[in-house]
T-cell receptor
Framework: GAVVSQHPSRVICKSGTSVKIECRSL??????MFWYRQFPKKSLMLMAT?????????EQGVEKDKFLINHASLTLSTLTVTSAHPEDSSFYIC????????????FGQGTRLTVV | DAKTTQPNSMESNEEEPVHLPCNHS???????IHWYRQLPSQGPEYVIH???SNVNNRMASLAIAEDRKSSTLILHRATLRDAAVYYC??????????FGQGTTLQVKP
């Protein structure tokens, strides 16, 4: 099946700094990608839809200035957590390949962010 | 978006079949039924999806009720590696996936 790769898999950063997470579709073009976050023992929460060449669409309650999304090419979307705080520590996951109801989604392996 | 209801947890013995139920009573005629699973500390992975007819692939089978208000994911022979959280989702027309709590499957040796 198709492959979606995230980088880094783990990152530790200091409070107040920014962290960038990359999501790449390795063998297909993705006009749409999705970003999720997941707290321990909880389900995935959709944060935003990343659209190639246009602005991301954020879910209600997600701060767009806090979580910057850039989708500059058909194979790369980035999520930047700005001015990170300990409460931003979470598991961040991206997905791609599912632009319609009948298409399967491919997920990255996730990025574990720890803010200290 | 149509919602789904799944049991919080289920147990199975290794090498026995597992039937994971999902209720989606408000499903519309164009809603596809998707199943994903997530192993610990990994991103979810696709399992199977269908519209009306039952579906089979190398991982599992999907049995869809005639009225489409429920479906069952069937793992024919559970292994320890099948222990995961299983999500039943009806994607939006944009493909967007909203995850519920899913069913945590424990497989006992």
């Amino acid at each position: 099946g198709a492959v979606v790769s995230q980088h880094p898999s783990r990152v530790i950063c200091k409070s107040g700094t920014s962290v960038k997470i990359e999501c790449r579709s390795l063998d297909f073009q993705a006009t749409t990608m999705f970003w999720y976050r997941q707290f321990p023992k909880k389900s995935l929460m959709l944060m935003a839809t990343s659209n190639e060449g246009s602005k991301a669409t954020y879910e209600q309650g997600v701060e767009k200035d806090k979580f910057l999304i850039n989708h500059a090419s058909l194979t790369l979307s980035t999520l930047t957590v700005t001015s990170a705080h300990p409460e931003d520590s979470s598991f961040y996951i991206c997905s791609a390949g599912h632009g319609a109801r009948n298409t399967e989604a491919f997920f990255g392996q996730g990025t574990r962010l720890t803010v200290v | 978006d149509a919602k789904t209801t799944q049991p919080n947890s289920m147990e199975s013995n290794e090498e026995e079949p597992v039937h994971l139920p999902c209720n989606h009573s408000t499903i519309s005629g164009t809603d596809y039924i998707h199943w994903y699973r997530q192993l610990p500390s990994q991103g979810p992975e696709y399992v199977i999806h269908g519209l009306t007819s039952n579906v089979n692939n190398r991982m599992a089978s999907l049995a869809i009720a005639e009225d489409r208000k429920s479906s069952t994911l069937i793992l024919h022979r559970a292994t320890l590696r099948d222990a995961a959280v299983y999500y039943c989702i009806l994607p939006a027309n944009t493909g967007k996936l909203i995850f519920g709590q899913g069913t945590t499957l424990q497989v006992k040796p």
